[in-house]
T-cell receptor, first 117, second 110 residues
Framework: EAQVTQNPRYLITVTGKKLTVTCSQN?????MSWYRQDPGLGLRQIYY???????DKGDVPEGYKVSRKEKRNFPLILESPSPNQTSLYFC????????????????FGPGTRLTVL | SQQGEEDPQALSIQEGENATMNCSYK?????LQWYRQNSGRGLVHLIL?????REKHSGRLRVTLDTSKKSSSLLITASRAADTASYFC??????????FGQGTRLTINP
């Protein structure tokens, strides 16, 4: 089954304790992205990657790191989590945009609900 | 920044009625997409309309795009309880960036 998986689904941690949220897709997509969703703010992009070893900042990258060593995986790293990073996080993937096809619908993972105390 | 702005923020209708949601955006786009999100879950792609298209249908969904007004609408006909969800528009800016609006929360009452 084509899917994007995230782990863990729920996490409660304390300020300053490094954590990693994993994301994996099995659709051979080049493009992967991380979003956070907060009430009243919608989805905001944290980081994205257009292919292996290529990552770029989104709108809210502060406090986050990512890596793309393999095509299927795109982990999100919080080196020193703070309470303002309490949020619902989504990983998404898609084929690279092609204007002729405009075929870049994004496939979303189920989300990771993170609470930082 | 969030380019897409959905209107209304919340909509409550009776089962069987039609639901219309609107999305406005500010800059030129390559395409516009609509997604659905059931409570606390991942977003699911519904439909994509390219900038040179004016209307598109998929089952009970009808999407229109007016690039001169920088706006789009999503119509769900003959609504069902299962349509209860939040709906987001997303605009494609440049090569890969998708910018999402804040969503319309739709409630279908039995």
């Amino acid at each position: 089954e084509a899917q994007v998986t995230q782990n863990p689904r729920y996490l409660i941690t304390v300020t300053g304790k490094k954590l990693t949220v994993t994301c994996s897709q099995n659709m051979n997509h080049e493009y992967m992205s991380w979003y956070r969703q907060d009430p009243g703010l919608g989805l905001r992009q944290i980081y994205y990657s257009m292919n292996v070893e290529v990552t770029d900042k989104g709108d809210v990258p502060e406090g986050y790191k990512v890596s793309r060593k393999e095509k299927r995986n795109f982990p999100l790293i919080l080196e020193s989590p703070s309470p303002n990073q309490t949020s619902l996080y989504f990983c998404a993937s898609s084929y690279l945009f092609s204007y002729e096809n405009s075929y870049n619908e994004q496939f979303f993972g189920p989300g990771t609900r993170l609470t930082v105390l | 920044s969030q380019q897409g702005e959905e209107d209304p923020q919340a909509l409550s209708i009776q089962e069987g009625e039609n639901a219309t949601m609107n999305c406005s955006y500010k800059t030129s786009i390559n395409n516009l997409q609509w997604y659905r999100q059931n409570s606390g879950r991942g977003l699911v792609h519904l439909i994509l309309i390219r900038s040179n298209e004016r209307e598109k249908h998929s089952g009970r969904l009808r999407v229109t795009l007016d690039t001169s007004k920088k706006s789009s609408s999503l119509l769900i006909t003959a609504s069902r309880a299962a349509d209860t969800a939040s709906y987001f528009c997303a605009t494609n800016q440049g090569a890969q960036k998708l910018v999402f609006g804040q969503g319309t929360r739709l409630t279908i009452n039995p």
